[in-house]
Nanobody
Framework: QVQLVESGGGLVQPGGSLRLSCASS????????MGWYRQAPGKQRELVAT???????DSADSVKDRFTLSRNYAKNTMDLQMDSLKPEDTALYFC?????????WGQGTQVTVSS
């Protein structure tokens, strides 16, 4: 089994920054993909940024140049640095990991961008 625990969400003003962290119970080198998704009220869950099976980092066009994905293999964590936050970034953010065809999800951390 894989447990993923997110942290770092909160309330921030537009233009501000937050850093989300995802802690894994399993060695993250074993994952074929690992990333962040988000879901806003009334909307479908969408990809924010992910490390693909080739190790490349991909991100949604809406967050390019604002969000940065990173991993710490020693701590088995994955972080999402979010800068220049906008109200439309408000959502519940989920950590996701995949091993073959099995997807694992965290419980989510709320990010609210509001003045």
């Amino acid at each position: 089994q894989v447990q993923l625990v997110e942290s770092g969400g909160g309330l921030v003003q537009p233009g501000g920054s937050l850093r989300l962290s995802c802690a894994s119970s399993r060695n993250i080198l074993s994952f074929h993909a690992m990333g962040w998704y988000r879901q806003a009220p009334g909307k479908q869950r969408e990809l924010v940024a992910t490390f693909t099976s080739s190790g490349r980092a991909d991100s949604a066009d809406s967050v390019k140049d604002r969000f940065t994905l990173s991993r710490n293999y020693a701590k088995n964590t994955m972080d999402l640095q979010m800068d220049s936050l906008k109200p439309e970034d408000t959502a519940l953010y989920f950590c996701q990991a995949r091993i073959l065809s099995n997807n694992y999800w965290g419980q989510g951390t709320q990010v609210t961008v509001s003045s």
